[in-house]
């Protein structure tokens, strides 16, 4: 059970008619996600912004490392279907010069940029803009007189190194701030989080960094950023793998919406694992399944069975699914059969009733049952049962050894 959600300001990346995404405050929690191109490739930067927007990212982030960069972005905003962060690394003068492109909000890393005059003065242009900053503290480049003075990289020293950032916001009177303090160390980074919710009321950004390639950079990231949600941390949250940012992406959504913090946008396919009563290849129809399904943006749970024995009754919550036997797919939308199909057929059966449901709503779908079609599984189910017994996963042996393990 998840804690409530900590309460924090808001602040706005971005202003209507233009994108805009809340951020903190009764906000839902957003994804993040950053490009990989070149940002002065103004082209290819544009085409993996659309596909992370596809994907379920509300705001992407894009270098700024250099004047070409900062050039491409001018020409990358106004195009853009969401709004677009500046990373700023060393050079002040950029974040300036992203501003003046249009971006919609900065990143700046407080162990990078580190003269006072030069982090004030891009506040106080983002105060005239009305642009909100994210302070971005790293464990990894943080200032080595706050890790002396801290002992070492601590939760204690990332915080401070936000603090004292936000300090110099505050002699000019600018407040629009998010707060990130990451590390590569997934306990040192939930450690940091927590006393930074106990220190400051600012929305949160999460994220594990530099976290690498999946399957480890998944299971690190949602380590982190899921716990911290779970305690009611966090207001926006970005995967860091060493991968194509779509799955960055698609990744932080399927967190969100699997936590109830978002509504589900797109497909949820659950499978399976294959067991002794498998009759088919689940993993196979279950990727086709993904590959005919995944792009169509529908926000359905499908599930990919693989067999009519259990997988109606187990999958039953599901909106939709197919379950194998005796070469044939059994279609089934709520648990209810409502269709019989050769097994060659089954993933067009799902993508079409997938189509029917969300034109005409599971109800109708479940009414035009195929007559017969629940009697026939039902007879399939019987049959296989008589074949294979009712422990065709010989959990009996299984049993019989843990009893002897036990007694000893």
């Given at each position: 059970?998840?804690?409530?959600?900590?309460?924090?300001?808001?602040?706005?990346?971005?202003?209507?008619?233009?994108?805009?995404?809340?951020?903190?405050?009764?906000?839902?929690?957003?994804?993040?996600?950053?490009?990989?191109?070149?940002?002065?490739?103004?082209?290819?930067?544009?085409?993996?912004?659309?596909?992370?927007?596809?994907?379920?990212?509300d705001?992407?982030?894009?270098?700024?490392?250099?004047?070409?960069?900062?050039?491409?972005?001018?020409?990358?905003?106004?195009?853009?279907?969401?709004?677009?962060?500046?990373?700023?690394?060393?050079?002040?003068r950029?974040?300036?010069?992203?501003?003046?492109?249009?971006?919609?909000?900065?990143?700046?890393?407080?162990?990078?940029?580190?003269?006072?005059?030069?982090?004030?003065?891009?506040?106080?242009?983002?105060?005239d803009?009305?642009?909100?900053?994210?302070?971005?503290?790293?464990?990894?480049?943080?200032d080595?007189?706050?890790?002396?003075?801290?002992?070492?990289?601590?939760?204690?020293?990332?915080?401070?190194?936000?603090?004292?950032?936000?300090?110099?916001?505050?002699?000019i009177?600018?407040?629009?701030?998010?707060?990130?303090?990451?590390?590569s160390n997934?306990?040192?980074m939930?450690?940091?989080?927590?006393?930074?919710?106990?220190?400051?009321?600012?929305?949160?950004?999460?994220?594990?960094?530099?976290?690498?390639?999946?399957?480890?950079?998944?299971?690190?990231?949602?380590?982190?950023?899921?716990?911290?949600?779970?305690?009611?941390?966090?207001?926006?949250?970005?995967?860091?793998?060493?991968?194509?940012?779509?799955e960055?992406?698609?990744?932080?959504?399927?967190?969100?919406?699997?936590?109830?913090?978002?509504?589900?946008?797109?497909?949820?396919?659950?499978?399976?694992p294959?067991?002794?009563?498998?009759?088919?290849?689940?993993?196979?129809?279950?990727?086709?399944?993904?590959?005919?399904?995944?792009?169509?943006?529908?926000?359905?749970?499908?599930?990919v069975?693989?067999?009519?024995?259990?997988?109606?009754?187990?999958?039953?919550?599901?909106?939709?699914?197919?379950?194998?036997?005796?070469g044939?797919?059994?279609?089934?939308?709520?648990?209810?059969?409502?269709?019989?199909?050769?097994?060659?057929?089954?993933?067009?059966?799902?993508?079409?009733?997938?189509?029917?449901?969300?034109?005409?709503?599971?109800?109708?779908?479940?009414a035009?049952?195929?007559?017969?079609?629940?009697?026939?599984?039902?007879?399939?189910?019987?049959?296989?049962?008589?074949?294979?017994?009712?422990?065709?996963?010989?959990?009996?042996?299984?049993i019989?050894?843990?009893?002897?393990l036990?007694?000893e």
């Amino acid at each position: 059970m998840t804690s409530p959600r900590r309460r924090t300001r808001q602040v706005v990346v971005g202003r209507p008619p233009g994108p805009s995404v809340a951020v903190g405050g009764d906000a839902p929690v957003s994804v993040q996600s950053m490009t990989t191109t070149k940002t002065a490739d103004v082209d290819a930067t544009l085409t993996q912004i659309y596909a992370l927007a596809a994907a379920g990212c509300d705001i992407v982030r894009c270098t700024c490392n250099e004047e070409a960069a900062a050039e491409g972005l001018a020409q990358i905003v106004p195009r853009s279907p969401v709004p677009i962060i500046a990373d700023i690394h060393f050079q002040y003068r950029l974040a300036l010069a992203a501003m003046e492109a249009g971006v919609q909000g900065l990143r700046l890393n407080p162990g990078n940029i580190r003269k006072p005059a030069h982090i004030k003065a891009v506040a106080q242009e983002a105060k005239d803009r009305g642009l909100p900053i994210r302070i971005g503290v790293n464990a990894g480049s943080l200032d080595p007189d706050i890790a002396e003075a801290h002992g070492g990289i601590t939760p204690e020293a990332l915080v401070a190194s936000a603090q004292r950032e936000l300090a110099y916001f505050a002699e000019i009177g600018f407040d629009d701030v998010k707060i990130s303090v990451k590390a590569s160390n997934v306990a040192l980074m939930i450690d940091a989080y927590r006393l930074l919710a106990d220190t400051v009321d600012h929305p949160l950004h999460l994220g594990v960094t530099e976290a690498g390639p999946p399957p480890a950079g998944l299971v690190k990231s949602t380590a982190g950023i899921g716990t911290l949600l779970a305690e009611g941390i966090g207001d926006t949250i970005r995967y860091s793998l060493t991968a194509d940012p779509v799955e960055e992406a698609r990744a932080g959504r399927t967190l969100l919406e699997a936590l109830g913090l978002r509504e589900r946008k797109g497909l949820d396919l659950i499978a399976c694992p294959s067991c002794g009563r498998a009759e088919v290849d689940v993993i196979k129809v279950a990727n086709d399944a993904m590959a005919a399904l995944g792009d169509r943006n529908i926000p359905l749970q499908v599930a990919v069975m693989g067999c009519v024995v259990n997988g109606p009754g187990e999958a039953r919550e599901a909106d939709l699914g197919i379950a194998a036997g005796r070469g044939k797919g059994h279609l089934f939308v709520k648990g209810q059969v409502v269709r019989v199909v050769p097994e060659a057929d089954m993933v067009d059966a799902l993508v079409a009733t997938a189509e029917q449901i969300m034109e005409d709503g599971i109800d109708a779908v479940i009414a035009r049952a195929d007559v017969g079609a629940a009697a026939e599984a039902e007879a399939t189910r019987v049959e296989l049962l008589a074949t294979q017994g009712v422990d065709a996963n010989h959990a009996d042996e299984k049993i019989e050894k843990i009893r002897e393990l036990a007694g000893e």
